[in-house]
Nanobody, 124 residues
Framework: QVQLVESGGGLVQTGGSLRLSCVASGRTFSTLSLGWFRQPPGKEREFVAAISRSGGRTDYGDSVKGRFTISRDNAKKTVYLSMNSLKTEDTGVYYC?????????????????WGQGTQVTVSS
């Protein structure tokens, strides 16, 4: 089992920045591929970013490319999502996800473990 706990969400104005963190426990962190997904109000959950086990490969959803950066610190067992130039459409609950195989897939079905989510609200 893997436990994931997100933090760092909050209220920010358009154009602002936030950094989300997700701490993992229960399994060797370096064996996990990790992803961030979000669920906007009234919409389905969507892919935001993913990072491979080594951190050597990252992938992003089209709507966040150039603005968001996913990174990981294996020593701290933490994956980060740095979000810049935030827009109102970035509002939603952000979820951290993990799977103990190699992937950077955008499909949420590729991930076995999920955190509880952290709310991000971008106001105009």
């Amino acid at each position: 089992q893997v436990q994931l706990v997100e933090s760092g969400g909050g209220l920010v104005q358009t154009g602002g920045s936030l950094r989300l963190s997700c701490v993992a426990s229960g399994r060797t962190f370096s064996t996990l591929s990790l992803g961030w997904f979000r669920q906007p109000p009234g919409k389905e959950r969507e892919f935001v970013a993913a990072i491979s086990r080594s951190g050597g490969r990252t992938d992003y959803g089209d709507s966040v490319k150039g603005r968001f950066t996913i990174s990981r610190d294996n020593a701290k067992k933490t994956v980060y999502l740095s979000m810049n130039s935030l827009k109102t459409e970035d509002t939603g609950v952000y979820y951290c996800a993990a799977v103990p195989t190699y992937t950077t897939r955008a499909d949420e079905r590729a991930y076995d473990y999920w955190g509880q989510g952290t709310q991000v609200t971008v106001s105009s």
